[in-house]
């Protein structure tokens, strides 16, 4: 039975191939092809070349050709994953893993379009999820890490977690289907290889199905997951912003039942921008549910501490990282930095302006950023002035005004985050409207 979930890329859509050049990127891009032919789908390819190996240069050209022959639009990137990853102390697997998903996403939003946006499917097959479940399960997660891998997150899809390593090879003999090898996928010096070429095998001898339980009970886990983090949000959501963090009330973890109170923990780790394992979530419950009012730990990227009835959430000091990097506006609430956007679709009312932090944009796929060189906007009567103007007239410091959201289309300023619209992006009274807000914290403009 045929595993590939065609239904993930809708009828005509677009989509994005995150091509390797090895068997299981090969394989994702022929089942994408058959898409192409059975569902009208627009395919494209990219080629992360992350300059790591000797043949690293010689994948890329394989992919360039293969693509040229089947009439594939090829984008690639190169980029420094060892610098990347020394400058913001990653490993070089991490590192890499960040700049490939960024230069897809990049890739995407510069294909796509309002009416069209464009997924990004990657070859995840079935192995892939049981080695990911077993791998967190060696680690100490909690059920969150026992989930495997998402068939759908945001604008990306894995169609083939349903699909065996043995059938893709079998499809690309079948199919004369050239692809290459990457050498380091032998190297037992990485985890990921050991439980794929060492512990998954041994699990096989046990029953030759191991791989596909896996995966069915971790989808069968996915559902309670889901079920618990919905009931743990509302929870989360009483953690207050304060400059330089987020404190969290004691009472909440300690009237919750623990599996809510542990995803609480998690969730407000999340929106203090901290990262943090079961264990430092096992610390953070106990820290809220001790007697001693000055006690804390430390998570990764900063320290939760219990200040008496609170529990304080504080990212360590450490480099400028630079402004946030530029996300798609979507419906509901977005973060950006210390900015909270709202956009709801919406009538447009009598008016459209309402506040330089409320207001209704014509229907469009904007983009959040911030500032650029040339940037231009003309709020309401006044002249058209340059975004850098407008924030010097308006005192904002200098440090700050790359953290200001600009909500940009088509490559121009169509906002300014306290400052307002462009007028000429204004919806008309009564007509669909993309409804705005946004809100900063109390330290930011």
């Not at 789908?41 to 080629?47: I, L, M, Q, R």
């Not at 992360?48 to 639009?73: I, Y």
């Not at 989360?236 to 400059?243: R, S, T």
């Amino acid at each position: 039975m045929d595993g590939f979930r065609f239904d993930l890329v809708p009828p005509g859509g677009g989509v994005l191939c995150a091509l390797s050049g090895g068997a299981d990127s090969m394989y994702l891009l022929c089942r994408l092809l058959e898409g192409r032919e059975r569902y009208g789908w627009t395919v494209y390819a990219a080629h992360f070349n992350h300059g790591l190996r000797p043949t690293a240069q010689r994948d890329e050209d394989f992919v360039r050709d293969w693509c040229k022959q089947q009439n594939v639009p090829l984008y690639t990137c190169r980029d420094n994953v060892e610098e990347y990853a020394f400058k913001h102390k990653l490993s070089v697997e991490e590192a890499g893993r960040i700049l490939r998903y960024r230069f897809l996403e990049d890739t995407a939003w510069e294909i796509g379009c309002a009416e069209s946006p464009v997924l990004i499917a990657t070859g995840h097959h079935a192995g892939d999820n049981a080695e990911t479940v077993l791998m967190n399960l060696i680690r100490g997660c909690g059920l969150k890490g026992l989930t495997g891998i998402p068939q759908r997150r945001g604008n990306i899809v894995r169609p083939m977690l349903e699909v065996s390593r043995p059938e893709i090879e079998a499809y690309l003999k079948k199919h004369s289907v050239p692809h290459m090898e990457d050498e380091t996928n032998a190297d037992p010096a990485y985890t990921r290889n050991k439980v794929r070429l060492r512990l998954l095998p041994l699990l096989e001898e046990l029953n030759p199905r191991a791989a596909e339980h896996i995966c069915a009970a971790a989808a069968r886990l996915r559902e309670d997951e889901a079920l618990l983090a919905a009931q743990a949000a509302p929870l989360a959501a009483e953690g207050l912003d304060i400059p330089g963090g987020l404190a969290l009330p004691v009472r909440v973890v300690r009237e919750a039942p623990r599996p809510l109170a542990l995803r609480c923990c998690a969730g407000a780790l999340d929106r203090a921008g901290l990262g943090g394992e079961a264990v430092h979530l096992e610390a953070i419950l106990n820290l809220g549910l001790g007697e001693d009012p000055s006690a804390q730990v430390h998570v990764p990227g900063g320290t939760v501490r219990r200040q008496y009835e609170l529990l304080v959430f504080f990212p360590e000091p450490g480099p400028d990282p630079g402004p946030p990097a530029p996300r798609e506006l979507v419906e509901g609430e977005s973060r950006w930095g210390s900015w909270t956007i709202r956009c709801i679709r919406a009538e447009c009312p009598g008016k459209a302006y309402v506040s330089p932090r409320e207001f209704y944009l014509k229907p469009d796929r904007y983009l959040i950023r911030s500032r650029r060189e040339g940037d231009v906007l003309k709020l309401g009567e006044r002249p058209a002035k340059t975004v850098k103007k407008l924030m010097i007239e308006g005192h904002v410091p200098a440090a700050q005004r790359d953290r200001v959201p600009v909500l940009a289309l088509g490559g121009q300023a169509a906002a300014l985050g306290g400052f307002g619209p462009d007028g000429a992006h204004l919806a008309e009274p009564g007509a669909p409207a993309l409804h705005i807000i946004l809100k900063a914290e109390e330290n930011v403009l």
